[in-house]
């Protein structure tokens, strides 16, 4: 394998790039999380009830000699500390109680009106503001104007002094309270508003959790931040792939059929000048369908006029032999145990051009067998009486015997099932690989959806590199 014929990131750089792209492929998932938070918001603003509100604003101001600047100044800070403590008398219950008295509302109690009152003593001036909120703008008119004569009241009781003489403050009103036609509450608008932006929020967060709890293999996007190995081929999800039997290529058109033709012409074109001969197919984990593309595969390479042989390596959990409906008495382990000569372990598949090499007799040291000095003899032999050799193998991760084979092959096939591989995984698999000095020969995607860009456009990726 040369030095630079891969290229891999991290695997927190992979995750992070698919948050990117998951971003965009799953918009709808932002765009259906906003649209139900506004839903929400504006069933919200719709129950809640409408509340008005009217302002009045009052002067205020203290005694003084006009002559004198100096206690005219004196005089204007005591109107300010004085502007302070009236807006702390509307919230006491008394003076709800006296705003009570003089609005003449009924049903409702002086506590129920301290609720709603409320008053603003601006800053650095000597204007006091009360604002009373009611069902109706009259009401709450009504009530902020109730309030502010209440307020001239109360201070002039207060400001008064018990020997008699003028009252030391007063207040005027400046600018009655009128009835305000837009509510003050729900503010639709706002809701609706705050709403949309709540629901992108958790939908982008809906996004990255999917990505942090679902690091799933999507598409051939997803291979390309572990490998810069083509993604040779996309097979369709087709039911007829989980038969036991092969592909009949000879049964008019199939997009599974037409997909392992793609996938033979890709791998016959990216070594034109040096024919890979041997081929491993393996898989990160078990169930991804490197079994299922292996005969297929071999198939498809008969179909071209090779002279094809498939070897069954996968000596933990054989299955060629049950695909191909041939017996396994005799097959790879009589072979590398028993030295029977290789031609005595070839069968007929039933498929011109294709041969099979059962897995053979159950071997208690799989591992031992595949890694002897008769293996790298038999796969050699294997090599020179055939075309192509098609090789299936356990999983990379659980077991050794993939990475074992792999050294009498020209490169490996890796199958990645969309929506089911672990990117985690196949990273780890990748990293065995690049450890042992294993060529990745090329991915393939396996059961994808044949509405899928993967399936549409994967099979020619690697023209497009070539001509990169």
Known sequence: MNDDSRFRISQSDAVGRMWVRRLFTDWWVVVIASLMAACAALAFSWTQPVVFESSVTLYVTSGTDGENPNAA??????????????????????????????????????????????????????????????????????????????????????????????????????????????????????????????????????????????????????????SDSPTLGAIPSDPTLGNVSSLDFGRGFSPAAEAYRHLRTNISFVRVDDPVGCLVVASASPGEGKTTTSMNLAAAFSESGLKVLIIDADLRRPRLHECFGVSREIGLTSILRDDIPLADGIQGTGIPGLDIIASGPTAPNPAELLGSNRAEVVFSEAKRAYDMVIVDVPPILPVADGLIVSRYAGGVLVVVRTGFSSIHDLSKAVDILDTGNVDIFGFVLNDVASDSGSYRYDYVSIDSRDNA
């Open 73 to 226: 100044y004196q005089s204007s800070l005591a109107s300010q500390q004085r502007v302070e403590s009236y807006a702390h008398l509307v919230r006491t219950e008394s003076f709800a109680a006296r705003t009570l008295a003089l609005s003449g509302l009924s049903d409702v109690t002086p506590k129920d009106v301290s609720g709603l009152l409320s008053s603003d003593a601006r800053l650095d001036t000597v204007l006091l503001s009360i604002s009373a909120q009611g069902p109706n703008p009259n009401q709450a008119a009504h009530l902020a104007n109730s309030a502010a004569r209440a307020m001239l009241e109360y201070v002039k009781d207060l400001e008064t002094p018990a020997s008699g003489g003028p009252a030391l403050a007063k207040l005027t009103i400046v600018s009655p309270a009128t009835p305000e036609s837009v509510p003050v509450s729900p503010r639709t608008k706002r809701n609706v508003a705050y709403g949309v932006a709540v629901g992108a929020v958790i939908g982008l967060l809906l996004i990255l959790l999917l990505v942090r709890f679902d690091t799933r293999v999507r598409s051939s996007d997803d291979l390309r931040e572990l």
